[in-house]
Nanobody, 122 residues
Framework: QVQLVESGGGLVQAGTSLRLSCAASGRSLSTYYVAWFRQAPGKDREFGGVIGWSGTITNYADSVKGRFTSSRDNAKNTAYLQMNSLEPEDTAVYYC???????????????WGQGTQVTVSS
């Protein structure tokens, strides 16, 4: 099994930045696809994107393209989400997830972080 622990969320003002971390333990993260999701109150869980072994990013959501950037450091067994130009609409609980299939569907991911709250004020 692999455990994912997220950190880096918080309360920020619109136009500022945050960097989320997703640290893995138990097994190496290098063999998994890592995806990022978010869920705002009253809304469905939204897929952001998935990053492969080499760091290639695919299927990133239109709502965050140009503002959010995914990366990973296999040596540190950690994935990251850099969030720039944050907007109030970005307020949500953010999740990282690991799986063996490149997918935008939450059910395709076996391992999940606990979620971290990001709140963006006007």
């Amino acid at each position: 099994q692999v455990q994912l622990v997220e950190s880096g969320g918080g309360l920020v003002q619109a136009g500022t930045s945050l960097r989320l971390s997703c640290a893995a333990s138990g097994r190496s993260l290098s063999t998994y696809y890592v995806a990022w999701f978010r869920q705002a109150p009253g809304k469905d869980r939204e897929f952001g994107g998935v990053i492969g072994w080499s760091g290639t990013i695919t299927n990133y959501a239109d709502s965050v393209k140009g503002r959010f950037t995914s990366s990973r450091d296999n040596a540190k067994n950690t994935a990251y989400l850099q969030m720039n130009s944050l907007e109030p609409e970005d307020t949500a609980v953010y999740y990282c997830a690991a799986g063996v299939v490149r997918s935008g569907a939450p059910r395709q991911y076996n391992y999940w972080g606990q979620g971290t709250q990001v709140t963006v004020s006007s």
